[in-house]
Every structure is written in C-alpha cells, then in structure tokens.
C-alpha cells in the first residue's frame, strides 16, 4: 500500500507573504520621509569576488531596494582587492550622506579579515547589525541594529505565536549572523532559551522538549520530524542545496535544517524551504535601512 502523508498546508508559515506585507510598509514610509522630509534613504551593497550564490543574493537585494524607493548603491569588487583598499571603501560610504545603510556581502573569500570589515563601518550604517556596538546593544537591551534574518524570524514568530513568554526555545546553530542573535531576541520575548550546537548531547532529547525551534546549522534535513514536539513552532533558517536524481540527471533541490514533511506532522506552524524565512531576510534588510535612516536624521518613529 502507497503511504499517505497528512496535508499540512495549513501548518505553512508563509514568508513570501510576510515579507510581501512588510515590503509595503516599508514602500510607505520610504514615501513618507520623501513627502514629509525630503530625505530618500540610501542603501549600499558592497560585494567582493564572483561568488554565484551572492551574486544572486545581492541582486536579489539590489532589485527590491529600487521596488520600495530607495537609492541602490551597487559596489563590485574584485576578489583580490587588500583589506586596506577595501576599508578604504567603506570608509568612504561611511562619509556618504547619501548612503543610510551599509551592507558587506559575506563570505569575504579567504585572503580578507571579515572581522576587521565589519568593524570598519559605521554601527549607525551597520544595517546587518553584526558590528560589536550593535551585538553589545541586543545583548544589553539598547537601540541595536537587528541582524535581519533574525528580525524576520521573530516577527514570524510574533505572528505566529503572539506572546512567547516562559516558552522553550531552541536555537541550533550559534553563528553571529543568526544563532546567537536570534537567542537573544528570544531571551527578551521572556522565552527559555536553549542554545545547542554541533557538541551538543542528546540532540534530539533537547529539540523534543521545544516549543519554539529554530533550525540554522546549515546542514541538510539535519533535526529529524520524529525530534519535534507535538504543536511545536518550526522555525528552518537552512537553505541547502542537495541532489536530486529523481528529478532527472544532474538535478538539484532546496532543502532546510529540517526534515519537512515529517516535521510538519507534528509542528503546530512551520516554515518551508524555499519560501520561508529566505524572503524575510531581505524584507528586514530594507526595515533596517528606513530605521537607520529616521535615527541619523532624529526623526521620532
Ligand atoms: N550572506 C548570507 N547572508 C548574509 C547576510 O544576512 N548579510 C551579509 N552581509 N551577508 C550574508
């Protein structure tokens, strides 16, 4: 007998429509500091080497910059530039009046110290949140930049869930671009956080007592559906791309840090892959480009 799977379309956290509805918002108040102010905030994106996955990204970022009314400042740079030419760079958008935010595609390939890029821009600019200023700001409870695809995350999770006090989570994964952000803005929602990682014991013992997962270990189907606590909330950050011979010869497939359909049986909500928080990510770099944009200029928002 062919085995039945359960329809979870119900269960689908939709980020494309998410990340629809805050790209609007953003539209509107792009609009409004245009009519109201006179300002168009400025978003640059900078990008070293030909990386074809960032190539994608930053294009991707490019055209949805233009979408909502802002000014896209695009800068390719080749793969062999010096860390000093490269500072140089964003020293020189620091100064920018135009530019309001400032984005460095990662990875930067090997010979670049990413630490000391990151460090070189301005934390008011740093519209991926991932300078020290803004990581000690979350962490304190300040104004911070807040990396996007952990803001996407949460504002799903707001949606979704409404108040997450005394909940668990778990965050897999503990990267300064998703990991360790996400467990601190969950840590101020007034969940439990775990934090697990590739040393963690009993893996799946620590998942199964979760009410809020947040998958971003970067590794394919890793967190099995069986780990997932009945009426769970899914959170899949991974976007790993795997072979997929039953689709024909030399065929790829997206999967996440998740084992989908199984866990979908058993979650309460979940994101997929692709569609998910993918869309989020970019919807939340624009927010944080108008936020930093109405705080350099003292606008109340
Ligand atoms: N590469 C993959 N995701 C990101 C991101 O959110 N920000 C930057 N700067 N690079 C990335």
């Avoid at 074809?52 to 991707?60: C, F, G």
């Avoid at 000391?116 to 301005?122: C, D, K, L």
């Avoid at 024909?248 to 998910?276: C, H, M, N, W, Y």
Wanted: hydrophobic share 45%; charged share 20%.
């Amino acid at each position: 007998m062919p085995t039945t799977t359960a329809d979870t379309s119900d269960k689908i956290i939709d980020g494309k429509a998410f990340a629809a509805r805050l790209r609007r918002e953003v539209l509107n108040d792009v609009a409004d500091l245009k009519d109201r102010h006179g300002i168009v905030p400025g978003l640059a994106v900078v990008i070293v080497g030909e990386d074809p996955a960032s190539q994608v990204y930053v294009r991707n970022k490019v055209k949805l910059t233009k979408e909502v009314g802002m000014n896209s400042f695009h800068h390719e740079l080749p793969a062999d530039i010096s860390q000093s030419h490269l500072i140089a760079k964003v020293a020189e958008l620091n100064a920018d009046p135009l530019v309001n935010g400032i984005l460095v595609q990662l990875p930067l390939p090997m010979n670049l110290d990413e630490a000391s890029v990151i460090a070189a821009i301005s934390p008011e600019k740093d519209v991926d949140g991932l300078h020290v200023i803004n990581a000690g700001l979350l962490a304190t409870g300040g104004k911070a930049m807040v990396p996007c695809t952990p803001l996407g995350c949460k504002i799903m999770l707001e949606e979704t869930i409404g108040d997450m006090s005394g909940m668990k989570a778990i965050v897999v994964g503990r990267s300064i671009l998703v990991g360790k952000p996400i467990a601190q803005l969950l840590l101020n929602a007034n969940c439990t956080v775990t934090m697990a990682h590739s040393r963690t014991k009993n893996l799946a013992d620590e998942v199964r007592a979760a009410d809020i997962v947040i998958a971003a270990v970067g590794r394919p189907e890793m967190i099995k559906g069986s780990w997932i606590k009945k009426g769970a909330v899914v959170i899949d950050v991974g976007i790993n791309r795997i072979d997929a011979p039953e689709r024909g010869e030399g065929k790829t497939r997206l999967v996440g840090d998740v084992e989908f359909a199984t866990a979908a049986e058993q979650a309460s909500a979940i994101t997929p892959v692709p569609g998910g928080v993918g869309p989020m990510t970019i919807a939340c770099l624009l927010q944080n480009t108008v936020t930093a944009t109405y705080r350099q200029q003292g606008i109340d928002f």
